[in-house]
């Protein structure tokens, strides 16, 4: 039931995030955070994303990144592709 609480957590603020930054538009905002361009989101990134949309603190900022790469990297190459983001 935590998990589902933490889950729950993470999509409001990214989603209140994307919303109030980007219009709503999930792929400029896949961009923006897409810092070195190379069409993926890595741990640092996430971070930064993580870091903006209010999820954790300078300790625990982290630990929430390496759960959503666990939930979504698919092919486990530590990063984010827009198409694993669409598949998660």
Sequence with gaps: MAREKERQQLTESITRLVADRYGGDYSKAFGHYDANKDGKINRAELIALL??????????????????????????????????????
């Design 51 to 88: 870091k903006d949309a209010g999820i954790g603190n300078l300790l625990t900022r982290g630990l929430w990144a390496d759960g959503v790469l666990k939930q979504l990297d698919l092919n486990h190459d530590g990063e984010i592709s827009a198409e694993e983001l669409r598949s998660g």
